[in-house]
């Protein structure tokens, strides 16, 4: 039996994690103010769940968590968090200590792409590559089984790739990064955007019933065979395309999975996509990437930081 820890701003999310990598009792509680805090809460969330699981913590393989930040895994290290204010924190030797067996961490973007490479939409390929469409652009990279990160534990920021020279300036500085234009962000920036020159259409309708504009408006628009909602869409997917394309010319993966808010468009996400992606190729004949969405949500976290 493993643990696995999903360290976010807001909560701090735990399972026990069995050999067949299903969990089998999980909890969570708030994130607390500060790393020695955080480090007792997220060893006294795991201890009950031992309990729970009438196992000792000491019983367990292993310990993992998964962090925002940027993490030297070899130190077991935060070097760096904005969300959580950490500065060179040694957490998996903190987890080690409180639970008394070998607490490992990793970048939690990554950690989710382990979790959803063993258990989820990479289960049966050789190499995977997540890109989670939220807020913002995030994403994990695996390769021959095991997280690529970089020499530093840098690597993997799928989402500051340039699509667009010159573009929509990025929260990291740089203008026209993929996470500016495929993130739920870009893709309200560009509704919001259409919503002012077309404010008869059909989609202006659906934000105002629904009292705003998210990420579905456009999506919910096209559907339903709105011109301005399907033109916003079309615009969007062919950033996505580019950028997915990008990925696989570099990397050529068994297979690219989608997770994140827009993610949950599904299939008509997938099967729209591809024909974009493949006029995008370069040509590698028949064995080429499969784009599958992510399946296992927030469960990929916990799965993969007990999987590091
Ligand atoms: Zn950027």
Redesign the pocket.
């Known amino acids: 039996m493993r643990i696995g820890i999903d360290l976010g701003g807001t909560n701090i999310a735990a399972g026990l994690v069995d050999d067949s990598l299903s969990i089998t009792v999980r909890g969570s509680v708030p994130t607390p103010q500060g790393a020695d805090a955080i480090a007792r809460d997220a060893a006294a969330l795991v201890r009950s769940l031992c309990e729970q699981e009438g196992i000792r913590p000491e019983d367990l393989t292993s310990a993992g968590i998964g962090s925002p930040g940027a993490i030297d895994t070899s130190a077991g290290t935060v070097i760096y968090s904005n969300n959580l204010a950490f500065d060179n924190v040694p957490l998996a030797g903190m987890l080690s200590e409180a639970l008394g067996v070998t607490g490992r961490i990793g970048n939690d973007a990554n950690v989710a792409a382990l979790g959803e490479f063993h258990a989820g939409a990479g289960k049966a390929f050789s190499s995977m590559i997540l890109v989670t469409l939220g807020t913002g652009v995030g994403g994990g990279i695996i390769l021959g089984g095991a997280i690529y990160d970089g020499f530093n534990g840098m690597g993997g920021e799928v ?2 790739m340039v699509i667009q020279k010159g573009g929509v300036p ?3 500085g ?1 203008k026209g ?1 993929w ?1 500016a234009y495929a993130s739920a962000t870009g893709l309200i920036r560009l509704t919001k955007a259409a919503l002012e020159k077309n404010p008869n259409s059909r989609m202006a309708a659906i934000a105002e019933e629904r009292g705003k504009v998210s990420g579905r408006t456009a999506f919910l628009a096209a559907r339903q065979g709105d011109e301005t909602g399907e033109a916003v869409v079309t615009e969007y997917l062919s950033y996505l395309a580019s950028g997915a394309a990008n990925l696989i010319n570099l990397f050529q993966p068994e297979v690219l999975c989608f997770g994140g808010g827009v993610s949950h468009e599904g299939p008509y996400l997938i099967d729209r996509l591809k024909p974009l992606v493949g006029a995008e190729l370069y040509p590698v004949g028949e064995k080429k990437t499969a784009l599958r969405l992510a399946e296992l949500g927030n469960d990929a976290g916990i799965i993969g930081a007990a999987m590091l």
């Open positions: 989402g500051h990025c929260t990291c740089r990064c996470e």
